[in-house]
């Protein structure tokens, strides 16, 4: 089985400010881990992933996670704020069931204040 | 960049009526997939579908709602008779192969009468 928390429903920040939104996941199996990022109106867009390579992640916009298997944790970060990070973010796990299909964490809503 | 898309971009219906919402995979992936998302709550799987038949389904995913693939480019999701509590966004993805990721569309929101 294999499940997903995201900590926070919501974080506000200001811009320029460090970004931290928190995920903690559980598997029975080596999971694969991804963050998506849903703007108003558009579909769900890939961030970043995980699957078991590098522990530490980079992907687009300046987002970064850090896979810590002893924390069970997969935290997204970013350096600096921007009033364009402003959107809905998905924790998803996969492959940590046994199965390929995702399940999703509930979602954080970044707010970004100038 | 390929990506996927999603018509209609809002559809509103009456309770008992079927609809279907249409999805065009990007063109040289294999795996399709149907999620939903009520509002407020979870995006939730609810099929998936390769080789022209389901690979695994939810337990959302009841006789109410199919799946097809009628053409090489489209891919359409089915609900028989709509209840009230199917109002949801319905996205759907589309996967070259188990290596890659999904890619989703924008999404179709669902509105029941």
């Known amino acids: 089985a294999q499940s997903v928390t995201q900590l926070d429903s919501h974080v506000s920040v200001s811009e320029g400010t460090p970004v931290l939104l928190r995920c903690n996941y559980s598997?029975?199996?080596?999971?694969?881990l991804f963050w998506y990022v849903q703007h108003p109106n558009k579909g769900l867009q890939l961030l970043l992933k995980y699957t078991s390579a590098a522990t530490l992640v980079k992907g687009i916009n300046g987002f970064e996670a850090e896979f810590k298997k002893s924390e069970t944790s997969f935290h997204l970060t970013k350096p600096s704020a921007h009033m364009s990070d402003a959107a809905e973010y998905f924790c998803v796990v996969s492959g940590g069931g046994g199965s390929y299909i995702p399940t999703f964490g509930r979602g954080t809503s970044l707010i970004v204040h100038p | 960049e390929p990506e996927v898309t999603q018509t209609p971009s809002h559809q509103v219906t009456q309770m008992g009526q079927e609809v279907i919402l249409r999805c065009v995979p990007i063109?040289?992936?294999?795996?399709f997939y149907w999620y939903r998302q009520i509002l407020g709550q979870k995006v939730e799987f609810l099929v998936s579908f390769y080789n022209n038949e389901i690979s695994e389904k939810s337990e959302i995913f009841d006789d109410q709602f199919s799946v097809e693939r009628p053409d090489g480019s489209n891919f359409t999701l089915k609900i028989r008779s709509t209840k009230l509590e199917d109002s949801a966004m319905y996205f759907c993805a589309s996967r070259r192969d188990f290596t890659y990721e999904q890619y989703f569309g924008p999404g179709t929101r669902l509105t029941v009468t």
């Open positions: 063109s040289n992936h294999l795996y």
């Open positions: 598997s029975s199996y080596s999971p694969s």
